[in-house]
Antibody
């Protein structure tokens, strides 16, 4: 059974940093693209970042480029989102999502989400 | 960036009624269009991938169609448990984008 479990959310001041983690199980982690998608309170879904199959390519939304960095540890089946220079508009529930084995594509499994609140 | 628009924004429907949600892309995306269901306080769930392929375990009353720029999600014989917000998503090119969502309420 595929499971994704996010952690690391919380309250942070503007300009601060936070690292989100996603623990994956039930599939061969390195064989799939992995993504982060966020949802501001009461709003729709916004794609944040994707790590390609094999992990050679990382892609980011313009809204987070230069501030956020994704990475992964295949030995522990964990996927990370390092968020720096946080802004109020980054406040959202952040979901870790599993992609297809061909890269990109649809998100077939999602974690339960972790809430990030950027406020002074 | 490919912009996705959905209609309607909101629909109130009686059980067993048929629901049709449309998603239009600002440029052709082939068949790289997917549909998700999100219930309150839950994470999104994949319903349909690549326009018309049902995801594992999804009830057969959910179906998708379309190509190019115009796509449709159909829910045949709506059930009370289908009350949710439905999002379309394109993976034709980065940045990936989502539609604004269609909220389906049960009368």
């Amino acid at each position: 059974e595929v499971q994704l479990l996010e952690s690391g959310g919380g309250l942070v001041q503007p300009g601060g940093s936070l690292r989100l983690s996603c623990a994956a199980s039930g599939f061969t982690f390195s064989s799939y693209a992995m993504s982060w998608v966020r949802q501001a309170p009461g709003k729709g879904l916004e794609w944040v970042s994707t790590f390609s199959v094999g992990g050679q390519i990382a892609l980011y939304a313009d809204s987070v480029k230069g501030r956020f960095t994704i990475s992964r540890d295949t030995s522990s089946n964990k996927f990370y989102l390092q968020m720096n220079s946080l802004r109020a508009e980054d406040t959202a529930v952040y979901y870790c999502a599993k992609g297809s084995d061909t890269g990109g594509g649809y998100f077939d499994y999602w974690g339960q989400g972790t809430l990030v609140t950027v406020s002074s | 960036e490919i912009v996705l628009t959905q209609s309607p924004d909101f629909q109130s429907v009686t059980p067993k009624e048929k629901v049709t949600i449309t998603c239009r892309a600002s440029q052709s995306i082939g068949s790289s269009l997917h549909w998700y269901q999100q219930k309150p306080d839950q994470s999104p769930k994949l319903l349909i991938k690549y326009t018309s392929q049902s995801f594992s375990g999804v009830p057969s009353r959910f179906s998708g169609s379309g190509s190019g720029t115009d796509f449709t999600l159909t829910i045949n014989s709506l059930e009370a448990e289908d009350a949710a917000t439905y999002y379309c998503h394109q993976s034709s090119s980065f940045p990936f984008t989502f539609g604004p969502g269609t909220k389906v309420d049960i009368k």
